[in-house]
C-alpha cells in the first residue's frame, strides 16, 4: 500500500510537464505554484462578468419594454460576433481545406438560425403601443448601424456582390485598388436615405462618421479571402455538394430569412394603411428590407436563374403572405 505522503505518478507526471514548461521561459516552477495556492477558486459569475453584463441594460424611457428591446439587440451583437469569430478562423488559415470550411460555415448557420428563429421576440414580444412611444426617444439610433453584421457581409462575399444592384456588372472584375470607392456603392447606403428628399439621414451620418474607415480597412484585409474567394479557389475535390448546401443555407440565412424577419416585424410595428411609419433612423425599410429589391446573393454561382429571379419570394409567401 502506498504511503500516505506519497503522490499519484500522475500528478507526478505533470509536476515534471510543468517544471519542464517553466523553465524553457526561464521561469520558477515553484513561483506559479505558490500563485496557484493563494488564487481562489473560479465562479460561474466571475468567469463570465454576470453583474457585468446585466447591468449593460439602460433604458431611456419608463415603457418596461424598452429593456426587452434592448436585450434582444445586445444578444443579437453576441451571435454575430460569434459568427465573426469562425469568419475570422476561416480568413486566417493557412491549408484551407472543404472540411474545415464546411465545419466553420455550418458554425455560421446555427448562429443565424437561432438569430431567425428568436426574432419572434420583436415580433410577438412587445407591446405594440409601448414600442411606439419608446421608439421615439431611440431617434437616430438604428439597428441599421450594426457594424458587425455589416462585417459578416464583407467577409461572406467579394464586393461585387454587395455594390447596388444595377452596378453590379460594372464591378465584376473589380480590383483591390477599388475597395475604397466601392463603399460609396455599397447596397445599404440606400437604405439610410431620408423617405421625403432622398438625403443621407443622420442614422447614415453618425454611422459612417465612425465606422467608415475600419469598414474600408476590413474590406481590404478580406479581398482575397473573403468566403467566396476561398470556396472558388477551393480543388474541385474540396467543393462537395455537402458544403455547397452549407453555402446556400448561409446565403438564404443571411440574405433572405434574417432581413425579412424584420421585415415581419416592421410589417407589424411601422405598417399604418395608408401611411407607414418611419423606421427609428428614418431609414427606407419598404425597400431596404424585402430581398426582392436588393437581391443579395453572396455565392451566385451555386444558384440558377430562376432561383436568383425569385430570391425570397417563397418566405415571403409562407410567413407575411405579401407578393
Not at 59 to 72: K, Q
Not at 171 to 178: A, I, N, T, Y
Not at 294 to 316: H, M, T
Amino acid at each position: 500500500m502506498p504511503e500516505a505522503n506519497t503522490f499519484d505518478p500522475a500528478v507526478l507526471d505533470r509536476l515534471e510537464q510543468l517544471r519542464d514548461k517553466y523553465a524553457a521561459m526561464g521561469q520558477d516552477l515553484v513561483s506559479y505554484l505558490d500563485g496557484l495556492l493563494h488564487a481562489d477558486f473560479p465562479t460561474y459569475w466571475d468567469y463570465i462578468n454576470l453583474d457585468t453584463l446585466l447591468s449593460l441594460q439602460h433604458p431611456v424611457t419608463p415603457f418596461p419594454d424598452e429593456e426587452i428591446f434592448i436585450i434582444y439587440h445586445q444578444t443579437t451583437e453576441l451571435y454575430f460576433k460569434l459568427s465573426l469569430h469562425e469568419l475570422r478562423q476561416l480568413h486566417t488559415s493557412q491549408q484551407m481545406s472543404g472540411a474545415e470550411m464546411l465545419g466553420r460555415i455550418q458554425r455560421v448557420n446555427r448562429y443565424f438560425k437561432v438569430l431567425v428563429d428568436s426574432f419572434d421576440v420583436m415580433v410577438e414580444g412587445l407591446d405594440h403601443k409601448q414600442f411606439l412611444k419608446f421608439r421615439m426617444s431611440l431617434l437616430p439610433s438604428s439597428g441599421f448601424q450594426s457594424v458587425q453584421y455589416r462585417l459578416v457581409e464583407l467577409a461572406c462575399t467579394t464586393m461585387d456582390c454587395l455594390v447596388h444592384i444595377e452596378l453590379r456588372p460594372t464591378r465584376l472584375s473589380h480590383g483591390f485598388e477599388d475597395v475604397e470607392s466601392m463603399f460609396d456603392e455599397l447596397y445599404w447606403r440606400r437604405g439610410a436615405t431620408e423617405l421625403a428628399t432622398g438625403q443621407p439621414t443622420l442614422t447614415l451620418k453618425q454611422f459612417e462618421a465612425k465606422y467608415r474607415d475600419s469598414i474600408i480597412a476590413f474590406s481590404e484585409e478580406r479581398f482575397h479571402s473573403n468566403v467566396r474567394r476561398q470556396w472558388q479557389e477551393l480543388p474541385e475535390s474540396d467543393q462537395t455538394p455537402e458544403l455547397r448546401e452549407a453555402l446556400r443555407t448561409l446565403d438564404e440565412l443571411v440574405n433572405v430569412h434574417w432581413p425579412l424577419s424584420h421585415y415581419r416585424s416592421a410589417v407589424k410595428h411601422l405598417q399604418k394603411d395608408p401611411v407607414d411609419i418611419a423606421a427609428t433612423g428614418g431609414t427606407n425599410w419598404q425597400k431596404y428590407l424585402p430581398p426582392r429589391f436588393q437581391k443579395l446573393i453572396f455565392f451566385p454561382e451555386l444558384w440558377s436563374q430562376e432561383e436568383a429571379d425569385n430570391w425570397g419570394k417563397k418566405w415571403v409567401l409562407q410567413n407575411i403572405g405579401h407578393k
